[in-house]
């Protein structure tokens, strides 16, 4: 039983406890958010007391000063990123690009490896509530993109341990939100963690932030609870340094990452062509870049404004700019951005306390709320604003940027929209098949039809579905023994590793 002494104690803790976070509210003009403290209970009350002091209202308001300012056209402060720091990646491996892959597959041994996937968007363009990795591309392995992905990670340890002898461990460090946390971890144990270790597969949370009316006023979403929206991809940093992943990278010993967005069905995760490319360059940062496909391509491009590094978005600059070409005919700023990045740890280790720093992109959006007299709004028009930080921002930070230019058709192929429109479904299985088939065919297959006619290569289409298992081969190596056993195939192709494990066997058996 506690004395009345005590609970006299407590209430006057309480109350100035309640006088504090009125005056703090207050300071920063978000008071009304303690509107319906008198209709809450005390579970309640604790709920919104604990939420209101988890917010840094103090960085908010500033960063809601700096969503104001108005960018004009960055064109006449912008330069290409200078031509020593830009690689090539072709479609026939290079002199260079065997000398990048041979040191990225020894760091990858070494130990030194790790992949970071940005997870925390959910499938709502696709017509999907579960997350973008576990949706249903109509593969018909079933593979997901968090399948695919895993496999090329397991696929690639076990390149690693043939060229060097060691057990190679490639940390798979993983970006959810609150939405997709949950789930997308449910799915990787129900899957056995695609045959990687679970203490290598580290999920954290993507940050979320208060959105705001265009007053720079905080929404309620319950009378108890105060509405946020996730803070982008570029909130990577920040959470990083607070959810431990920082740390835990530092006492693996990790050197390199290879950061991505989950959307991409051809991404080589950790691609040791491009880890040793940036190695090499010395680089604390790095990007693969595609060539735009026209001067109007609705991609960004990664250049230097004003010094800087940065990606500009296609409507960050004029026609004129874009359409802008140098000495050799090609566009000047030429590299497309596909969100996948490279970055030194120690580059990390000081990037992320200014994560504060980063750019705030906004975007009006239509945000469902609680209004003054406590009814549940949705509002059929943009009302307030999501701030917004881009994992590509922190470029700004870096004195060095190595990009490294790779083929689109066999590096980038999102997915983003149903079907009927662009970056669907069914562009990504067209890719993927391409991809294979590609392999096949420089590894000396021919493709047949049911009377043994070869098929064209104009006549070729996504119904002509070609699935190669990542862990039969991760960028079209090791295939050249099967394709000598079965040198006309027939569609539909389905070549798993124990297909390859078995051509293996015979070979070995006969020799």
């Known amino acids: 039983k506690i004395p009345a002494s005590g609970i006299l104690l407590l209430c006057v803790d309480f109350f100035f406890a309640m006088d504090a976070l009125q005056a703090k509210l207050q300071s920063h003009g978000q008071e009304h958010l303690l509107a ?70 020894g760091l990858i041994a070494a130990g030194k490896v790790a992949v970071l996937l940005l997870a925390g968007g ?29 496999l090329r990670i397991a696929k690639l340890q076990q390149l690693a341990k043939a060229a060097h002898g060691s057990d190679a461990v490639i940390p798979w460090y993983i970006m959810t939100s609150d939405a997709t946390m949950e789930p997308t971890k449910r799915f990787f ?30 929404f309620l979403e319950t009378k108890s609870k105060v509405f946020r929206a996730p803070d982008g991809n570029g909130g990577l940093y920040g959470a990083m340094a607070e959810q431990g992943v920082l740390k835990n990278m530092e006492e693996r010993g990790i050197e390199h990452v290879h950061v991505y967005c989950v959307d991409n069905i051809l991404v080589k995760v950790a691609d040791p062509i491009f880890v040793g490319f940036c190695a090499e360059k010395k680089a604390p940062a790095g990007a693969l870049v595609v060539a735009k496909s026209s001067p109007q391509e609705k991609v960004g491009v990664v250049c230097q404004v004003d010094g800087k590094y940065q990606v500009v978005e296609y409507s960050e600059i004029t026609t004129h700019t874009a359409e802008l070409t140098n ?41 469902p709320h609680i209004d003054s ?19 590509f921002d922190v470029f700004a930070f870096a004195d060095a940027l190595a990009l490294l230019e790779v083929p689109r058709e066999s590096n980038f ?9 662009s970056c669907t ?52 190596e090791g295939l050249a023994e099967f394709v000598k056993a079965n040198p006309k195939l027939q569609f539909p192709i389905n070549i798993t590793a124990d297909d390859i494990a078995e051509c293996s066997a015979k070979r070995a058996k006969s020799a």
């Open 122 to 150: 959910q499938g709502t363009r696709l017509g999907s509530d579960l997350p973008k990795g576990m949706y249903n591309m109509g593969l018909a392995s079933g593979n997901t993109l968090f399948h695919l992905q895993g």
């Open 413 to 421: 192929s999102p997915l983003k929209n149903k079907d009927g429109s």
């Open 327 to 367: 000495s050799s005919g090609k566009l000047k700023f030429n590299a497309g951005n596909i969100c996948n990045h490279y970055f030194t740890v120690k580059f990390l280790q000081q990037a992320c306390p200014q994560a504060k720093n980063l750019k705030i992109h906004k975007a009006e959006k239509k945000i």
């Open 189 to 218: 144990a129900d899957n056995n963690y695609f045959g990687l270790q679970a203490k290598d597969v580290v999920f954290f949370e993507q940050n979320v932030i208060p959105a705001l009316d265009f007053n720079g006023k905080a």
């Open 373 to 391: 007299n406590g009814d549940r709004v949705s509002p059929s028009e943009p009302n307030g604003i999501k701030m917004e930080k881009f994992v």
């Open 425 to 476: 479904a069914l562009h990504c299985r067209h890719d993927l098949y391409a991809m294979n088939r590609r392999w096949l065919k420089e590894a000396g297959a021919v493709f047949v039809d049911a009377t043994g006619k070869e098929i064209a290569e104009a006549d070729l289409t996504e119904a002509h579905a070609c699935e190669i298992s990542p862990l039969a081969s991760y960028g079209g």
């Open 36 to 105: 319906f403290w008198g209709e809450l209970n005390e579970s309640e009350r604790a709920a919104l007391t604990a939420d209101l002091n988890s917010i840094d209202f103090a960085q908010l308001g500033k960063d809601f000063e700096r969503s104001k300012a108005v960018e004009g056209k960055l064109d006449d402060l912008m330069q290409p990123v200078e031509e020593d720091m830009i690689g090539h990646a072709t479609a026939q491996p290079s002199e260079d690009m065997q000398r990048w892959e041979a040191s990225g597959m």
